[in-house]
C-alpha cells in the first residue's frame, strides 16, 4: 500500500512541475525516474526484478528488437527504447531535410502552383501541414511552415494568423492518422505492437474524414478576410522563386531519397518484420552519411532533451503500473461503464482530449495504455478500438488550446517573434471549437464502424 501511495505522489509531482514549467521537463521526468526506481521498488518493493526490467536494458539484446518474425510482439514494459531510437533516428532526418532546404522548397513551390492567391495557398497549405505531420514531428512541421507562411502573407499583404492556427491545428489532426505522425501514436505502436498500416487503416480513415470537415471549418472561418486580400494587386515578381530555397542540390536529392526510403520502409514493416528502432537507426545513419561533412552539426541538433523526457517519463509510468495503481483505476472506469462499450469509448475519448488540452499528452498516452488493456481484459472488448480512441483523443485534444501541444507553443512563438502575436482569445475562438467538432465527429465514426 506505501508503494502504491509513493508511486501516486512521485506521478503527481511530475506532472505538477511539467505543468507549471518552474524546471526543464527533462529534468522533471528524470529526477522522479529516479526516485521511483530507489524509494518505490528499492526501499518499499525492494525488488530488483522490477528495476531490471523497468530499465529493460536486455530488449537491446533480443533478435525481436530490431526484427520480427510473423505478428509485432507488445512492448514488455519499462523504458521503451524503440521509441526512443525512432523518434531520434527520425529527428536526425529531420534535420537534415532541414539543412538541404526542402522545407522551405517545398512551401514556395506550392505557393506557386497555385499563383500566391491568399485562399488557394491557405487550403493548400492546410493540406500540407496535415500530409507532412503524417510522417514528419508536427512541431518541425510548424516550425518551418509558420516562418515561410509569415513571409509569404507579407508579400501578399494579407494577416497571416488565420494560416498559422488552421496549419497547427491541421498538423496535430494529420499526426493522428499514422504511427509516426505524433509521439504518443508512437508510443502506442510500439507498446502495444501494432503496425504503420493498422493505424492508417482506422486512425488514418478518422483523420481523413475530420480533416474535410476541418478545412471547410476555417474556410469559412476566415474567406471573407483572405478574399479580400486576393482581390488586390500584386507584383508576383517579388515573390521568391522556389529554387532559391535548396541550399546544396546534392544533399536536397539525397534527403529526398532517404525520406522515401523512411516512407516505405513504414508502409511495409508489418510485412518485412523491420522494426521502428530499427528503421529510425537506419534512417539516421543514412543521413549521417549523406551529409557526413555536417554529421557533427546534425547530432548536435537533436533534441536529446526530449529523448532523455521520455526515458525519466517512462520509468516513472512503470512505477504505476509495478504498483497495481493503474489496474485500479481501470478497474473504476469498468464498474463505471458496466458491460457499456460505447460509454467506455466516450469516456476514454473525452477524458484524453480534456486531458491533452491543458497538459502534455505524451505522459497522459503513456499512463493510459496499461489502463486501456487492463479495460479491454475486463470488459472483453477489442483492445484496438481503445487504442485507437486514445490515440484520437490525446492527438486531437491538444489543438484545444495554446499550450496543449508542442506544435502549438511553437507556431504562436513564430508569429509573436514575426509581430502577429496570437493570445488565448484568439486561439480559443477558432481552435476550441474546431477541436470539439472534430471530437464529435471521431466519436461518430468509431460507433459506427466498431460497434
Known sequence: ?????????????????????????????????AGMLVVVFGICMRSPQAIFETLNFGSFLTPEFWHVSGEAAESSGGINWATILFIAGMMVMVEGMGKSGFFRWLCLKLAKLVHYRPMPVFVVFMLMSACLSMFIDSITVILFLAAVTVELCQLLKCNPVPMILSEIFCANLGGSATMCGDPPNIIIGTSLGYAFSDFVTNTGVIAAVSLVFAVLYFYFCFRRELSAAGREEKDTSLYPEPRTAITDRKQFVCSLLIFAVAVVLLITHANTGLTVAFIGVLVAALTLLAQYKSALELLKKVDYETLLF????????????????????????????????????????WISAVASAFVDNIPFAATMIPVI????????????????????????????TPIGA????????????????????????????????VILISMVCIYVRYF
Open 373 to 400: 488493456k487492463s479495460l479491454a481484459a475486463a470488459q472483453g472488448m477489442d483492445l484496438s478500438v481503445l487504442a485507437w480512441t486514445l490515440s484520437i483523443g490525446t492527438d486531437i485534444g491538444g489543438s484545444a
Open 1 to 33: 500500500m506505501i508503494a502504491k501511495i509513493l508511486a501516486i505522489a512521485i506521478f503527481f509531482v511530475m506532472f505538477f512541475f511539467i505543468v507549471t514549467e518552474k524546471f526543464a521537463r527533462h529534468l522533471v521526468t528524470l529526477v522522479c525516474g
Open 310 to 349: 521520455f526515458t525519466g517519463l517512462f520509468v516513472v509510468v512503470s512505477g504505476l503500473e509495478q504498483t497495481g495503481v493503474l489496474e485500479l483505476i481501470a478497474e473504476g472506469i469498468s464498474y463505471i461503464c458496466g458491460t457499456n462499450g460505447k460509454l467506455v469509448v466516450a469516456i476514454i475519448l
Open 406 to 437: 508542442s506544435a502549438n507553443v511553437v507556431g504562436i512563438s513564430v508569429a509573436t517573434r514575426e509581430g502577429y502575436p496570437i493570445g488565448w482569445g484568439k486561439y480559443c475562438k477558432y481552435c476550441a471549437p474546431a477541436t470539439v467538432f
